[in-house]
């Protein structure tokens, strides 16, 4: 069963940018993948998604600002955030998009504040 390991969260002040890398232990090449994120109190939704082939999808609030993006050959999936908001703060995690998923890891902290 593939693990995935999210990191590069952090503090950053609004307007500002990061990118999150999602590690997996195996080889993704064939599963779409998404970004998850869950605010304190609230549930996990998913924010962005890639297949496979490298088509990307984004909820509303983060069109524009976010972008998804996989290389295979290192079995690494990446979400670049820029113009960051306070209601961006959440933990971010990675998984496949559809069943089977792989255990959810730690996720990484995203903190958007001034």
């Known amino acids: 069963q593939v693990q995935v390991v999210e990191s590069g969260g952090g503090l950053v002040q609004p307007g500002g940018s990061l990118r999150l890398s999602c590690a997996a232990s195996g080889s993704i090449f064939s599963i779409s993948m998404g970004w998850y994120r869950q605010a304190p109190g609230k549930q996990r939704d998913l924010v962005a998604a890639?297949?496979?082939?490298?088509?990307?999808n984004y909820v509303d609030s983060v069109k524009g600002r976010f972008t998804i993006s996989r290389d295979n050959a290192k079995n690494t999936v990446y979400l670049q955030m820029n113009s960051l908001k306070p209601e961006d703060t959440a933990v971010y995690y990675c998984?496949?998009?559809?069943?089977?998923?792989?255990?959810w890891g730690q996720g990484t902290q995203v903190i958007v504040s001034s």
């Open positions: 998984n496949a998009i559809s069943l089977p998923r792989s255990p």
């Open positions: 890639i297949t496979s082939s490298g088509s990307t």
